[in-house]
């Protein structure tokens, strides 16, 4: 017994090493008194307020439409929420190019439906709003799962007790579900929303890397890469300080919505 679980930890330490090298090796490697010259860079100050720009507006659009969803599939048969959840999480499995590819094919110029919106004056792609859509497509997941996991988790003799006194399904939904649920919406929310700032393939793909109008922050740090190495690596340091600080400010969110 002892032998199998001394095998298992070296195991697990190499499945931990997998992770924290290439990351220790970035923030060995980083310039640490070229940082000054990141936030002086108009490229990586420019990416960055179009990410902020585009993430808030594509986290609030998860909310908007995610909510909703994650209700619905919360009541629904089992048969027809394993439909639905497959759906939702082709998203979090899709190369993102080909996500990228599937707007172009759908809302795109020659796309789907690129004729209707072309008549009432709409383009989408290479644009801000290509932008948000593609972090909505990837970021959306997130969310719907976090907080529709919580949903099918409620006490409904709360909810029921609030139809029985004669509230709407739609007032029960805003008065008591929601106040119930409030962890689980932050933790998705915010899961969206750095899933937004992080969005690369698919918007390079439907909005294009153009400086000042669509180019994210992973954007500019493919473009520094060509250009400026020591640049790239401190702003890829920072992202991974960003994403490290989400998850640590979610640990306790995401253990109380498990526990809920």
């Known amino acids: 017994m002892r032998r199998t679980a001394g095998s298992l930890s070296v195991i697990a330490y190499v499945a931990m090493s997998m992770v924290l090298i290439p990351i220790m090796g970035l923030?060995?490697?980083?310039?640490?008194?070229?940082?000054?010259?990141?936030f002086a860079s108009d490229t990586a100050r420019t990416a960055f307020w179009i990410s902020l720009q585009t993430s808030?507006?594509?986290?609030?659009?998860c909310l908007?439409?995610?909510?909703?969803?994650?209700?619905?599939?919360?009541?629904?048969?089992?048969?027809?929420?394993?439909?639905?959840r497959a759906i939702v999480?082709?998203?979090?499995?899709?190369p993102p190019v080909v996500g990228g590819i599937a707007l172009l094919?759908?809302?795109?110029?020659?796309?789907?439906?690129?004729?209707?919106?072309?008549?009432?004056g709409i383009t989408l792609p290479y644009t801000r709003s290509a932008v948000v859509l593609s972090q909505v497509l990837v970021a959306m997941?997130?969310?719907?799962l976090a907080v529709e996991n919580h949903f099918r988790q409620l006490d409904r003799g709360v909810v029921d007790a609030s139809r029985v006194m004669g509230m709407s399904p739609?007032?029960?939904?805003?008065?008591?579900?929601?106040?119930?649920?409030?962890?689980?919406?932050?933790?998705?929310?915010?899961?969206?929303?750095?899933?937004?700032?992080?969005?690369?393939?698919?918007?390079?793909?439907?909005?294009?890397?153009?400086?000042?109008?669509?180019?994210t922050l992973p954007m500019a740090v493919y473009e520094l890469l060509e250009n400026d190495w020591e640049l790239a690596m401190g702003l890829s340091?920072?992202?991974?300080?960003?994403?490290?600080?989400?998850?640590?400010s979610l640990r306790s969110r995401l253990l109380n919505t498990s526990a809920a």
């Open 27 to 38: 923030f060995i490697r980083v310039p640490w008194t070229r940082i000054g010259d990141l």
């Open 56 to 61: 808030l507006i594509a986290t609030a659009v």
């Open 64 to 84: 908007l439409l995610g909510i909703p969803l994650a209700w619905f599939m919360a009541n629904v048969s089992s048969r027809l929420h394993s439909v639905l």
């Open 89 to 94: 999480t082709i998203p979090v499995v899709l």
């Open 105 to 120: 094919a759908a809302v795109g110029r020659r796309g789907v439906f690129g004729d209707l919106l072309s008549s009432i």
């Open 141 to 144: 997941p997130f969310l719907v």
């Open 170 to 215: 739609l007032r029960s939904f805003f008065l008591v579900v929601l106040p119930m649920s409030w962890p689980a919406v932050v933790a998705g929310a915010v899961l969206a929303w750095a899933r937004s700032v992080g969005e690369f393939g698919a918007s390079i793909t439907f909005a294009g890397s153009l400086r000042g109008r669509t180019q």
């Open 237 to 248: 340091a920072l992202m991974v300080v960003f994403a490290a600080a989400v998850i640590l």
